[in-house]
C-alpha cells in the first residue's frame, strides 16, 4: 500500500471570517483544529497568521508565535509557513514571520499572477467586519506579485541561508517552467514537492484535464524526478484530490481551499476535511503518511533544526 502525504492548510487569506463560523482566527482556535487535523491524519499543516481582534490576514511573526509552539509541541506534524501571505501584504512582510522561525518547510508561488476573489463576494450578505467586503471586491484590480527576483530571493534567504524546503505552488502551466529554471540556475535541488493549485480565478480551472496536462508537463520538465500534491478550491477540492490519489499523487484540503465538506454543507472544522479525503485515499489503496514519512520523503531537515 503506497504511502501518500495529507496537507491541511488551516486558514488563509481568502475566505473571510463572514464566511464560516469554523474558520479558525484566534491562536486557540489555530492549536485547536491543527492539532484535530494532524490526529485525523494530517502529515503536514500548511499555515497562515490571522489578527485575532480583526480576523485579518497577519504577516506579524507575533500572531504566528502565538500558535506554532504549541503546533509543534502537540503534533509533531510538518509546520509548513505561507510564503504568499496576502496578495495585500509587500514581500518582506510576508517572510517576516518565515525568516525569524526557519522552519522546516514553506509556500511559495512559483509567480506573479491575478488572485480574482470577488466572485466571493456575491454569496456574502451580512459582514461581520468593516474590512472584508472592500478586500474581496478590489480583487478584480488584485494583483498577486512574485516576481523572479522575489523568487530568488526567497530560494535564497529560506531556502540556502535557513534550510527550508518549499512546497511550490504552481497555479498554471507556466509556473512549472518558472520552477524548472530555477533548477537549471541550481537553486532549487530535488526531491521537487510540487503543489498543482486549481480553480482560483486568474489561475488554471479545475477541469480533471488540466490535472493531467500538468502532470504531463510536470513529467517532461523533471525527469529527474519529484513528488506532486493537488488543491483544488471549492467543489473541485474533493474531486480532484480523490483524482490525484489515483494517480499516485499527494493531497491538500483544508478551509484555506474550501469551506464545504459536501454541497450545501459547511465544513465544521478542517479536521472533517481530513476524515473524509483519508476514507476516500484508503477506498483507493492509499496509507496516510507519518510526518516522520513526509519529513523522508520530501528531504526536511526535521523540527529539531527550526527556531519554533
Avoid at 496537507?7 to 464566511?19: D, K, N
Avoid at 503534533?75 to 496576502?86: I, K, M, P, R
Avoid at 478584480?140 to 522575489?150: A, H, V
Wanted: proline share 6%; aromatic share 6%.
Amino acid at each position: 500500500m503506497s504511502k501518500i502525504v495529507i496537507t491541511c492548510a488551516l486558514t488563509g487569506s481568502i475566505h473571510t471570517p463572514s464566511m464560516s463560523p469554523y474558520l479558525p482566527v484566534s491562536a486557540d482556535e489555530m492549536v485547536a483544529q491543527g492539532v484535530a487535523a494532524a490526529e485525523a491524519g494530517a502529515a503536514i499543516l500548511h499555515l497562515h497568521a490571522r489578527d485575532p481582534e480583526t480576523g485579518r490576514p497577519s504577516a506579524s511573526p507575533a500572531h504566528y508565535a502565538a500558535f506554532l509552539p504549541q503546533l509543534k509541541q502537540a503534533t509533531g506534524a510538518v509546520l509548513n509557513l505561507t510564503t504568499g501571505g496576502s496578495a495585500t501584504m509587500t514581500l518582506d512582510e510576508r517572510l517576516a514571520a518565515p525568516m525569524e522561525m526557519a522552519p522546516e518547510m514553506c509556500s511559495l508561488n512559483m509567480g506573479s499572477m491575478n488572485f480574482a476573489l470577488y466572485p466571493m463576494a456575491e454569496r456574502i450578505s451580512e459582514w461581520k467586519h468593516d474590512w472584508e467586503q472592500p478586500f474581496l471586491e478590489g480583487s478584480d484590480d488584485l494583483i498577486f506579485k512574485n516576481t523572479p527576483r522575489d523568487i530568488a530571493h526567497v530560494l535564497t534567504e529560506l531556502g540556502a541561508k535557513r534550510g527550508a524546503r518549499f512546497e511550490f505552488e504552481c497555479y498554471d502551466v507556466g509556473h512549472l517552467y518558472m520552477l524548472r529554471h530555477f533548477v537549471d540556475r541550481g537553486m532549487v535541488q530535488g526531491p521537487l514537492f510540487l503543489q498543482f493549485v486549481f480553480g482560483v480565478l486568474g489561475g488554471i480551472g479545475a477541469d480533471p484535464e488540466n490535472l493531467s496536462h500538468m502532470k504531463r508537463i510536470a513529467d517532461k520538465l523533471f525527469p529527474e524526478g519529484y513528488v506532486f500534491s493537488v488543491l483544488a478550491a471549492g467543489r473541485h477540492q474533493m474531486p480532484l484530490a480523490a483524482m490525484a490519489a489515483a494517480m499516485g499523487g499527494h493531497v491538500r484540503v483544508g478551509l484555506e481551499d474550501s469551506l464545504m465538506l459536501s454541497r450545501g454543507r459547511l465544513a465544521r472544522s478542517n479536521a472533517e476535511q481530513v476524515e473524509k479525503i483519508r476514507r476516500i485515499v484508503e477506498e483507493l489503496g492509499r496509507e496516510p503518511a507519518s510526518p516522520d514519512e513526509a519529513r523522508a520523503l520530501l528531504g526536511l531537515k526535521g523540527a529539531d533544526r527550526t527556531a519554533i
